[in-house]
Nanobody
Framework: QVQLVESGGGLVQAGGSLRLSCAASGRFFSTYAMAWFRRVPGSEREFVAGIRGSVYYADSVKGRFTISRDNANNTVTLQMNNLKPDDTAVYYC?????????????????WGQGTQVTVSS
């Protein structure tokens, strides 16, 4: 069983920055593909960024968001710069037992509770 706990959400003005963190339990964290998804009301969760060895980003966040992981401390972070109102969503940390990052949310077995990010214009 893997538990994921997100932190770092909040309210920020357009153009500002936020840093999300996800703390994971479990002995095999370094083997998991980790990702961030987000969901706005009325929509499905969408892939934002993922990391295993390489990193992957949704086109909408490329150049603005950076995902990283610290396997020694079982954490993954999402640095979000130049935030836009369209980035407003609940952000979720997810872990997959597969070794490859995928944009398909059904491939991720474990999810955090989510953290709200609100970007005002």
């Amino acid at each position: 069983q893997v538990q994921l706990v997100e932190s770092g959400g909040g309210l920020v003005q357009a153009g500002g920055s936020l840093r999300l963190s996800c703390a994971a339990s479990g002995r095999f964290f370094s083997t998991y593909a980790m990702a961030w998804f987000r969901r706005v009301p009325g929509s499905e969760r969408e892939f934002v960024a993922g990391i295993r060895g390489s990193v992957y980003y949704a086109d909408s966040v490329k150049g603005r968001f950076t995902i990283s992981r610290d396997n020694a401390n079982n954490t993954v972070t999402l640095q979000m710069n130049n935030l836009k109102p369209d980035d407003t969503a609940v952000y979720y940390c997810a872990a997959s037992l597969l070794s490859l990052v995928t944009v398909h949310r059904e491939r991720y077995r474990y999810w955090g509770q989510g953290t709200q990010v609100t970007v005002s214009s």
